[in-house]
């Protein structure tokens, strides 16, 4: 292609909203790593996720590693972790965090970056069943010393873990099986279904999160989740099943709501 104005039309004509933007990130990658920019472009109009074809996506102001068939973390999920930000902070201590279906890690990354420019300290650990989410999430959290562990749900994390997690994130599956197919094509065709799919009514790994999420929990300890507004009320009734008492919070800003569920500090 001859320069950025011709890559603007042919990402315009296929419908990017921001194809400015996009052309400009695209035009960077190739030149930062050797990339065939046609090769760039014509997977980008094919529907393959701009983030994919980058290597990164901007969360919570940091560039998190994320790769083809990895979950690309919503901006939105942003209000998780600003929640989780200020229960560390109350919890006012070296705080236990575990990022549960990590994908990328981006959460944890984001957290833990966060409260350590504020000089407030944690130890973070993360898992997920994907062994390719895992091998991304390990490239954006081995720099700062989390470990990341494969396996389903608390399966892999190690036993000296087990009633000490002060906050717990699980940005578990919430999108329910027969909205799949209604989903962007970007998301629905090129996301690992398993991290989008909620089951009937999309609550399905969260209720099994909620089941032991008690015994792991510390006294007094989190558990955040995202949801949708019409889901929320129920995640209330499923963490009362289990022994937490719920909490909703939402951000008009960011569209977003995060169910939290405390393990009784007795």
């Not at 963490?239 to 939290?260: C, M, N, P």
Request: charged residues 20%.
């Amino acid at each position: 292609m001859a320069g950025s104005t011709e890559v603007v039309e042919v990402l315009r004509a296929a419908g990017c909203v921001f194809a400015e933007d996009e052309a400009r990130l695209l035009i960077a990658a190739a030149a930062e790593t050797g990339a065939d920019l046609n090769a760039l472009v014509a997977q980008r109009v094919a529907g393959t996720p701009l983030e994919h074809l980058l290597g990164w996506t901007e969360f919570h102001g940091l560039r998190v590693a994320v790769a083809p068939g990895v979950f690309v973390p919503r901006q939105r999920t942003a209000f998780l972790v600003e929640a989780a930000a200020d229960l560390v902070r109350a919890r006012n201590r070296h705080s236990v965090v575990v990022d549960l279906c990590c994908g990328s890690g981006a959460l944890g990354l984001a957290l833990a970056t966060m409260l350590a420019a504020e000089h407030t300290l944690v130890t973070l650990a993360a898992a997920d069943i994907d062994p390719v989410a895992v091998e991304c999430a390990r490239r954006n959290l081995t720099p700062i010393g989390a470990p990341v562990y494969q396996g389903d749900l608390f399966e892999p994390l190690p036993e000296e873990l087990h009633g000490c997690i002060d906050v717990l994130l699980a940005n578990t599956p919430y999108v329910p099986s027969e909205m799949i197919e209604r989903m962007p094509p970007e998301a629905r065709d090129h996301e690992p279904r398993a991290a989008l799919d909620g089951g009937p009514d999309g609550l399905d790994i969260f209720r099994r999160v909620a089941a032991d999420a008690r015994t792991w929990l510390a006294p007094g300890g989190h558990l955040l989740i995202e949801s949708s507004e019409t889901q929320a009320p129920v995640a209330l009734d499923v963490l009362a099943e289990h022994g937490l008492a719920g909490r909703i919070a939402e951000s008009d800003e960011d569209y977003a709501t995060v169910v939290i569920g405390t393990r009784p500090a007795r």
